[in-house]
């Protein structure tokens, strides 16, 4: 099971970076993905997941009602659409895979891939 993330970069508060994560190996479509981040000095931090077909969503409080998730099985790759963003949400952010999708289960991932920068700064 492999995992790319990309789309990361720098950008002025207030703005939206979208990321994108390709992943692929035997049914990787079968399975949930997650997000999370980590920031120099700071504890990893997991933000958000989507299950398999779509339908289970979660955002950590941090990121709810900025951030979106979504996914294009076809394509084997999941969104992060990241809106009004802030100097706290610089890190470095990788995708994972879940086994399922919930509040529970940001953290119980079985493989990611190498992260993204995103840097927020005026």
């Known amino acids: 099971f492999q995992l790319q993330a990309s789309g990361g970069g720098l950008v002025q508060p207030g703005g939206s970076l979208r990321l994108s994560c390709v992943h692929s190996?035997?049914?990787?479509?079968?399975?949930?993905i997650g997000w999370f981040r980590q920031a120099p000095g700071k504890e990893r931090e997991g933000i958000s997941c989507i299950g398999s077909n779509g339908d289970d969503i979660v955002y950590v409080d941090a990121v709810k009602g900025r951030f979106t998730i979504s996914r294009d099985n076809a394509k084997n790759t999941v969104y992060l659409q990241m809106n009004n963003l802030k100097p706290e949400d610089t890190a470095v952010y990788f995708c994972?895979?879940?086994?399922?999708?919930?509040?529970?289960?940001?953290?119980?991932?079985?493989?990611y891939g190498q992260g993204t920068q995103v840097t927020v700064s005026s």
């Open positions: 994972a895979a879940e086994t399922d999708c919930s509040p529970d289960t940001l953290y119980d991932y079985f493989a």
């Open positions: 190996g035997e049914s990787s479509d079968y399975y949930a």
